[in-house]
């Protein structure tokens, strides 16, 4: 590090745009927060006085509550279930050298490009061609199917730092493959997993376009939200909700993040 | 990576056994991640495959009424051929996806580089904080720019109270540039790590031998910098590209009727005009299309970089 310092001197113009470049990621997410506050129900400046009505309406919005569970369910067994299989997925390709290794993981992947659209109208088409009513089930396969390339992608960065001769020493020790999955594999690796359930379901959590296309009746908070947008006195409460939303998504985010790439930070394996 | 395949026992004949054992291991070790990947694979498969079967086969069939008349014909993608509004939809969709990832590219390249060659110690911060914004709501982060760029939105009424505008600035929400705008912000993330991974894998000491020969730091930035990191550039234009030509959220919420874009109409026909099959043949369309000009941009930036590189 110290001989190339000459060639990285300190940047003060990149420094500064670092800065703006932050502000443009952040400010206008921190908008919603700041609205959420004001006295009023139209979105101008300048503000028209502090108040916390809009968050104390929460309390008593029956619907939206009821949306809010309908998420926590929806996201609790798509993060559970994509999980799973990305672990099973993550230790096979970290584990065994496997032939034709980077279309197979290509395909598992292939879900993070394809348009959102593209995968909810096929979807729905399938679920209903094969006459299954829409309702949250249908939600929960959705978000299974677009979790798997995140849990995989987090798990993969987690197994990749190994250190295989644990498990060597395991099975030498007597261990069958299953005891020592359960003894040694899943408790070092369990940083990665409990980032990527954490991460599973935030996307489930927060995601629109599948829901939108695979929802029934019961609607999940997304949708809630979404509706709402086409009332301008509603646009308040949004802001509220939205405002908590992203406070605890950020949280629990940062701390999947912190999680998945603690003592990997080196790797040059990023991911997404 | 410990084991090597069978380097060494190839100049053995005589254990030519063992060679065959090892080939057997090595494929059986294929076998068993195989089978340890195959719950995954196959559910990703299926949940893949069989929908897309099925929307091929039913962009082939017609709406009639509520059924579906299932005989075979290229009604729909006639109908889609000859529809004048499809074409602008389309060619605006691609120009607002085009521009949307060289514009991410072009905010996002500088603040990799930041990252990758400025910042000593915690880098692991900075990724984090660079890549946060893309784990929170998608559905709120396009709200929260059409609360900033609303006709009575923070930055008009701001301007106005401020006393800068006397009207408020109609081309900032409801328009193909809030689009882009929107979309930039959302996808910042998928422009960012590729660059970034391009960037911190290019050996330094190269930069050093450039210094010692005599280049300046914009020469070096442009001979040895820049041509390492395209491969980063060209990924990152290409994951931004291809999900935004499908995108209708931002379009619905920020774009207006000049914003609107190809993934609002295949929405419509799944939503109000219940017509599935005309819904079916115009998100293949739209995929075909963004296949063929990534095919072609992959193609293309293959031999520009060989030139270069």
Not at chain 1, 187 to 213: H, K, N, Y
Request: one cysteine or more.
């Amino acid at each position: 590090m110290k001989n190339v310092a000459y060639i990285n001197r300190p940047n003060r113009p990149l420094h500064l745009y670092a800065l703006v470049y932050l502000a443009f990621l952040y400010v206008p997410v921190l908008f919603l927060p700041l609205f959420s506050f004001n006295d009023s129900i139209y979105v101008t400046f300048p503000f028209k006085g502090f108040t916390t009505t809009w968050y104390e309406q929460m309390l008593d919005n029956k619907p939206m509550h009821a949306a809010l569970m309908n998420s926590i369910r929806v996201a609790s067994v798509a993060a559970l279930v994509a999980t799973m299989f990305g672990i099973f997925a993550a230790k096979a390709v970290t584990r065994y050298r496997i032939r034709g290794k980077k279309p197979v993981v290509g395909a598992i992947m292939l879900p993070l490009v394809i348009p959102g659209i593209i995968l909810g109208v096929a979807l729905l088409i399938l679920v209903s061609r094969l006459g299954i009513p829409l309702s949250l089930y249908t939600i929960t396969l959705g978000h299974i199917l677009i979790s798997i390339p995140f849990s995989m992608a987090t798990l993969i960065a987690r197994f990749e730092g190994f250190d295989k001769s644990m498990e060597e020493a395991a099975a030498d020790l007597g261990d069958n493959a299953w005891w020592t999955f359960w003894r040694v594999t899943l408790p070092m690796a369990f940083p990665g997993v409990l980032a990527s359930l954490l991460l599973c379901f935030t996307i489930s959590f927060d995601e629109f376009i599948m829901a939108f296309f695979l929802a029934g009746t019961e609607s999940t908070l997304p949708i809630f939200i979404y509706t709402q947008l086409r009332f301008p006195q509603k646009l308040p409460g949004v802001l509220a909700l939205g405002a908590c939303i992203l406070a605890v998504s950020f949280v629990v985010v940062f701390f999947a993040q912190w999680l998945r790439r603690r003592g990997i930070a080196g790797s040059s394996n990023v991911g997404v | 990576m410990p084991r090597n395949p069978s380097y060494g026992v190839a100049l053995r004949p005589q254990r030519s056994w063992e060679s065959r054992l090892r080939i057997f291991l090595m494929r059986s070790e294929s076998l068993r991640g195989y089978l340890l990947l195959s719950p995954t694979l196959i559910v990703m498969l299926l949940s893949m495959c069989v929908p897309f079967a099925l929307m091929v086969a039913m962009s082939f069939w017609t709406q009639n009424g509520f059924d579906f008349d299932k005989s075979f014909s290229l009604t729909n993608y006639r109908k889609a051929a000859a529809s004048p509004v499809l074409e602008v939809l389309l060619i605006r969709s691609l120009i607002i996806s085009g521009t949307c990832a060289i514009f991410t590219v072009l905010i996002s390249y500088p603040m990799a580089y930041y990252v990758a060659f400025h910042v000593q110690r915690r880098k692991m911060l900075w990724i984090i904080l660079m890549t946060l914004p893309f784990w929170t709501s998608y559905l709120l982060r396009v709200f929260a720019w059409m609360v900033i760029l609303g006709y009575n939105g923070a930055i008009n009424s701001g301007l106005k109270w401020v006393g800068l505008i006397e009207e408020p600035l109609e081309f900032l929400l409801y328009s193909p540039t809030a689009v882009v705008i929107t979309l930039a912000h959302a996808w910042a993330a998928f422009a960012i790590l590729p660059i970034y991974v391009s960037l911190e894998k290019i050996d330094r000491s190269l930069l050093e031998a450039a210094a010692d020969l005599g280049d300046g730091p914009i020469t070096r930035f442009l001979r040895v910098t820049l041509p390492l990191s395209l491969p980063g550039v060209i990924a990152a234009m290409l994951l931004i590209f291809v999900p935004t030509v499908g995108d209708y959220v931002t379009p619905a919420l920020v774009g207006g009727s000049d914003g609107m874009m190809i993934a609002n109409i295949i929405q419509v026909q799944f939503g109000r005009a219940n017509n599935w099959p005309m819904g079916s043949a115009l998100a293949i369309i739209m995929m075909i299309i963004v296949t063929v000009v990534a095919l072609i941009y992959m193609w293309a930036a293959r031999k520009a970089t060989d030139r270069i590189v």
